[in-house]
């Protein structure tokens, strides 16, 4: 069962108290792909500029990524700089160039229309919805992610996207923002009105929430003594989460719960080292491994 992403691919320049990246390969269909290609194949859909480096296309293949809907067009790759403040929950967009995506218009490969299983990684909503469309009938499950940069130059492209999917990834922030309710069961009844019957809050250090008509679940983090760099950690959860979904072939109420340790399995690797340096030499017994303890953190007896 393929899953089908559209998402940025991009450099980042990354700041956090434990160093300085100038430039690595990041974005969020990137990070995304890597972490669910560990649970199913993927399709992307996205666009690289002239100045993307062949070494970078490399990490694709071999994790049965096809990047046949990755698109070369003239100009520079999706370009973001980032900086965390110390205790890595803060962080401030320096610059966000959106390059070749500023242009990008996606024709998917005739293979991925029949994607059951669709994920709108973060970019603008309507190059989101532009790849949703092209789809063949009904997903049997489709997600999306934002973030502010969205939520506050498109808005209306935004709430246009949110009517066509089943569930909406983001933070806490961007849920408050969205929805302008502080309070996240409340965000979330707002939210269902605008589209998804599903909502999943991505909390950092504090773990993750699904709320959705049965009522709430909650994931922790996985506590860490030394995370280096949030940076795509909430598209690891969401490739953890859909990579799980589409492998098991099952939205069943079981099957989200399970999705959501395996998304904060995924994210938790992402943030021990730079960009996605740890990603790339995990192996799928150590995210079996991670799970069991989640288990294992969260097993209590009344
Ligand atoms: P995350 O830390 O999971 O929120 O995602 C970080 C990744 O998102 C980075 O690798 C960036 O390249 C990418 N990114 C940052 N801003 C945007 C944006 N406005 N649209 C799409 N991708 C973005």
Redesign the pocket.
């Known amino acids: 069962m393929s899953l089908l992403v559209v998402?940025?691919v991009?450099y980042?320049a990354l700041e956090s108290p434990y160093g300085k990246v100038a430039r690595t390969l990041?974005?969020?269909a990137?990070?995304f792909s890597v972490a669910a290609s560990f649970f199913t194949p993927v399709n992307l859909v996205a666009v690289v500029g002239d100045d993307f480096h062949p070494a970078d296309e490399k990490i694709f293949g071999p994790r049965s990524i096809d990047i046949e809907g990755l698109e070369r067009a003239t100009g520079k790759c999706?370009f973001?700089a980032?900086r965390y403040s110390a205790n890595l929950n803060e962080r401030v967009?320096i610059t966000?160039e959106l390059n070749v995506f500023a242009d990008f218009k996606p024709r998917l490969p005739e293979k991925y229309r029949n994607s059951r299983y669709v994920f709108l990684?973060?970019?603008?909503p309507d190059l989101q919805r532009d790849v949703l469309q092209q789809v063949k009938g009904t997903p049997k499950l489709a997600a999306m992610d934002t973030?502010n940069?969205?939520i506050e130059r498109t808005n209306p492209e935004l709430r246009e996207t949110l009517k066509h999917v089943d569930i909406l990834m983001i933070?806490d922030s961007e849920t408050r923002e969205l929805s302008n309710e502080h309070n996240l069961l409340r965000a979330a009844k707002l939210i269902f009105k605008m589209g998804p019957s599903t909502l999943v809050v991505k909390r950092g250090e504090y773990g993750a929430l699904l709320i959705d008509k049965h009522g709430v679940f909650c994931v922790p983090a996985f506590p860490l003594e030394e995370p280096h760099d949030?940076?795509?950690?909430?598209?690891?959860f969401a490739g953890g989460f859909m990579g799980y979904i589409a492998g098991a072939k099952s939205t069943s109420d079981a099957a989200l719960r399970r999705a959501m340790v395996y998304g904060s399995v995924l994210g938790s690797f992402t943030v021990e080292r730079f960009g996605l340096e740890r990603l790339l030499k995990l192996k799928k017994a150590e995210i079996h491994a991670r799970a069991r303890h989640f288990a294992k953190l969260t097993q209590f007896k009344l």
């Open positions: 998402g940025s991009a980042d990041g974005g969020a990137t990070y999706f973001w980032g967009t966000t990684a973060n970019i603008a973030m940069y969205w933070n949030p940076t795509g950690a909430g598209d690891s």
